[in-house]
C-alpha cells in the first residue's frame, strides 16, 4: 500500500533551528548539578519534550533529503536531474511543498514525489531549479520542481495521484496556479493532469528544450 504524506508536519523549517525551548538553556545549567534520578526527571520536563521533538524532525528531515537526492539520480538523466545540494537546501526552505508517496509495506520506502517551490512570478525560470532563495512562502503560483517516481511504481497511477492531491492541497491553502516545465514526450501526460500547454518554455535546463505548462487552480472546479 502506497500513502501520500505531506512532509511538512514532520520536518523543520530553517528559522525553527533558533527556536529553543523555554527554560532549555537553564536545564542544561541544572544538569551538570542533578543527581542521577533528577536526571530521569529533567528527561519529563516540557523543554525537554520539545527540544526532543525538534531533533526528531531534523533527523526526519535529513533522512527525507538524503533519499530525495537519491530517487532524482535514479529518475533523470545527469543532465536533468537537480544536485544533491540544492535538493537538501529547497527541502530545508519548502519542505510544506514537498508531497511524498511512502510504501507502507516496505517500511515507509519513498515511491515518489512531488516538489516545488512558492513565487508570485508567472513563468518558468531555471534559477528555481538551483536557488531555493527564490521561494517566497507567501507566493500565490507554485514552480513544480519534479514529478518523481521511482521505475518499479510507475504505470500504477501514483504520479497522477500526486499531481491532483498536490492540487487540492494548494488549493486549499490559498495558491492559485501551479506552472512546470517538460519535455515534448511528456506534454500530453500533463494535459491529462489538467495542464495548459504554453508552448515552448524560457528555459534551456540541461541543454533541453522544454514546453512551460499552466494549471489553474483558483476555481473549485479546476481539479
Excluded at 536557488?131 to 507566493?139: K, V
Aim: contains cysteine; aromatic residues 10%; negative net charge.
Amino acid at each position: 500500500m502506497v500513502r501520500l504524506w505531506q512532509e511538512a508536519h514532520s520536518l523543520l523549517r530553517p528559522h525553527e533551528l533558533l527556536r529553543l525551548p523555554v527554560g532549555f538553556s537553564e536545564a542544561l545549567q541544572r544538569l551538570c548539578k542533578f543527581p542521577l534520578e533528577d536526571f530521569f526527571f529533567l528527561l519529563e520536563t516540557p523543554a525537554y519534550r520539545d527540544l526532543e521533538r525538534t531533533l526528531e524532525r531534523l533527523r526526519k528531515a535529513k533522512e527525507l533529503a538524503d533519499e530525495a537526492a537519491e530517487i532524482e539520480q535514479i529518475c533523470f538523466p545527469p543532465n536533468e536531474a537537480c544536485a544533491p545540494k540544492q535538493m537538501k537546501e529547497r527541502i530545508e526552505t519548502a519542505s510544506d511543498l514537498f508531497l511524498v508517496a511512502r510504501d507502507c509495506e516496505k517500511d515507509g520506502k519513498i515511491a515518489g514525489f512531488l516538489n516545488g517551490i512558492a513565487t508570485d512570478e508567472y513563468h518558468f525560470k531555471d534559477d528555481f531549479f538551483t536557488n531555493a532563495d527564490t521561494h517566497n512562502p507567501n507566493g500565490e503560483n507554485i514552480m513544480l520542481l519534479g514529478l518523481d517516481v521511482l521505475p518499479e511504481y510507475r504505470k500504477m497511477g501514483l504520479g497522477r495521484e500526486l499531481v491532483y492531491n498536490y492540487c487540492r492541497r494548494k488549493q486549499e491553502r490559498g495558491r492559485k496556479r501551479l506552472v512546470l516545465t517538460c519535455l515534448p514526450n511528456k506534454v500530453k501526460m500533463y494535459k491529462k493532469f489538467g495542464f495548459e500547454d504554453l508552448g515552448i518554455a524560457d528555459s534551456s535546463w540541461g541543454g533541453e528544450e522544454w514546453h512551460e505548462m499552466i494549471k489553474d487552480i483558483s476555481i473549485n472546479d479546476a481539479i
